[in-house]
């Protein structure tokens, strides 16, 4: 959580975690791949979506959202490569929220499958923290 909150590229990721009291929890003892999309990715969206999620009422469906960004567990990028040629081409993560994320390689970069097929992409990976490690992508992966 510390490395999101530093990085000025990831603050309405940050605002979307503290509107679901996840902060904590992100930052307890334990291990946890953070899958965080940037600013720019959350600007894509229709106008209007980001301060509707926000809301109180919104709670439960964001909160559903970024724990499907979250992987228990610490995957750096040669976890994440290695679990991809062992799988032939293909790694399944299960997320927090109990989703299911294809990561796969795409010539030289890792991306995400959601379960709904939309893609994204790792575009820095390895940025370590004292209980895991954030890998930004390029992209918001949503669960079905």
Do not use: C, R, W
Not at 24 to 30: E, H
Not at 33 to 49: I, R
Not at 81 to 89: E, L, Q, R, S
């Amino acid at each position: 959580m510390d490395i999101a909150i530093s990085l000025s590229d990831h603050t309405v990721l940050v605002a979307a975690v503290k509107a679901t009291d996840l902060v904590t929890t992100l930052k307890t003892v334990g291990s946890f791949t953070v899958f965080a999309p940037t600013y720019a990715v959350f600007d894509k969206l229709p106008s209007g979506t980001v301060t509707t999620l926000l809301k109180p009422e919104n709670k439960a469906q964001l909160g559903k959202i970024l724990t499907y960004h979250v992987e228990a567990g610490n995957l750096d990028a040669v976890a994440v490569v290695a679990a991809i040629k062992a799988g032939n081409g293909k790694a399944v993560v299960t997320t927090v929220s109990g989703g299911k994320l294809t990561a796969s390689l795409d010539k030289y970069k890792v991306m995400l499958t959601d379960e709904s097929g939309k893609t994204a992409y790792v575009v820095a990976a390895d940025l370590k923290g004292s209980n895991g490690v954030v890998p930004v992508i390029d992209g918001l992966v949503l669960p079905k």
